[in-house]
T-cell receptor
Framework: SQQGEEDPQALSIQEGENATMNCSYK?????LQWYRQNSGRGLVHLIL?????REKHSGRLRVTLDTSKKSSSLLITASRAADTASYFC???????????FGTGTRLTVIP | KAGVTQTPRYLIKTRGQQVTLSCSPI?????VSWYQQTPGQGLQFLFE???????NKGNFPGRFSGRQFSNSRSEMNVSTLELGDSALYLC?????????????FGPGTRLTVL
């Protein structure tokens, strides 16, 4: 079974708006990562946040992590049509290169 | 550096057959992990190989197996295919074992079992 659940399952916004996706997980983690997947293709790594970090930025991406609530959020600012994709959170429990993926959020950005 | 490559990209098999998928990691990466993605179960970890040894295994039946060669290339094999094995199979490489390493994914192999 999957470690994480993402919310919402699908999100549709206008170009230029911000998109926020949430991820909840079940067990203690070493780090949490966000990936993007375009239409059944491979996963592209977006950002990694360690368990001792609370917030991280990368370009138009902002990730927060609340280990007390076992949750994370991904904010994409000033969205573009090219951001249309599925976004997955993945938790690393530590010690091995196996990730536990969430259910994903399907983001559609309307031009 | 070239990215992770997977061959073949698409494959159609019939029930009962077996299949072998190949993954070439990024040059210098020694860890290769395999994942299965289906609409129903999402992304699930299959196994990880490091230095030619399976280090970690997900909750999949013994029909799913793999190996890694001395050049870090990896193959996974599925025997006695079932309809439910239809999925996108992704491999990912990372430089080393260690929980802070980013995994780099290949484009996947789309397997259809008829």
């Amino acid at each position: 079974s999957q470690q994480g659940e993402e919310d919402p399952q699908a999100l549709s916004i206008q170009e230029g708006e911000n998109a926020t996706m949430n991820c909840s997980y079940k067990t203690s983690i070493n780090n949490l990562q966000w990936y993007r997947q375009n239409s059944g293709r491979g996963l592209v790594h977006l950002i990694l946040i360690r368990s001792n970090e609370r917030e991280k930025h990368s370009g138009r991406l902002r990730v927060t992590l609340d280990t007390s609530k076992k949750s994370s959020s991904l904010l994409i600012t000033a969205s573009r049509a090219a951001d249309t994709a599925s976004y997955f959170c993945a938790t690393d429990l530590g010690g091995a290169n196996n990730l536990f993926f969430g259910t994903g959020t399907r983001l559609t950005v309307i031009p | 550096k070239a990215g992770v490559t997977q061959t073949p990209r698409y494959l159609i098999k019939t029930r009962g057959q077996q299949v072998t998928l190949s993954c070439s990691p990024i040059s210098g990466h020694r860890s290769v992990s395999w994942y299965q993605q289906t609409p129903g179960q999402g992304l699930q970890f299959l196994f990880e190989y490091f230095s030619e040894t399976q280090r970690n295994k997900g909750n999949f039946p013994g029909r799913f197996s793999g190996r890694q060669f001395s050049n870090s290339r990896s193959e996974m094999n599925v025997s006695t295919l079932e309809l439910g094995d239809s999925a996108l199979y992704l491999c990912a490489s990372s430089p080393d074992r260690g929980s802070t390493d980013t995994q780099y994914f290949g484009p996947g192999t789309r397997l259809t079992v008829l």
